[in-house]
């Protein structure tokens, strides 16, 4: 896959000072370290205080794609951003846990609303 194709799997937009990143269809690793690559360089170019990663479209992960997620949230934390996880499914929540992923710099919303106002927007 090409990095124009991983880009186009995963939307990042800015409202105010937050980034909202939606992961949509299957995720690759590729495209999870492009993900990774793009977000915290656009919360450096912006100034992001949150990132909100929308997790609803995506049925399953993997052990990479969880640790991409705690490296976002590492690296958005040490930038100055706090990360919030929405619309994560049961089977995902359970694919992490059974994992035993620890996600300990992510907060987890159900859905975007309140993911958002987690991060006070």
Do not use: C
């Not at 793009?38 to 992001?48: F, N, P, Y």
Request: hydrophobic share 55%; no cysteine; proline share 2%.
């Amino acid at each position: 896959m090409r990095d124009d194709e991983a880009s186009s799997r995963t939307a990042i937009l800015a409202i105010g000072n937050t980034l909202i990143a939606t992961l949509q269809g299957s995720i690759d690793d590729r495209a999870a370290l492009a993900l990774k690559d793009d977000l915290s360089r656009r919360v450096v170019a912006t100034a992001a205080s949150g990132v909100l990663i929308e997790l609803s479209a995506i049925d399953i992960v993997d052990s990479f794609i969880g640790r991409v997620i705690a490296d976002i949230a590492a690296v958005s934390k040490l930038l100055g951003a706090r990360v919030v996880v929405a619309g994560m499914r049961p089977a995902v929540a359970i694919t992490l846990v059974e994992l035993g992923l620890e996600l300990p710099e992510v907060e987890t919303a159900v859905n975007t609303e309140q993911g958002l106002a987690l991060l006070g927007r």
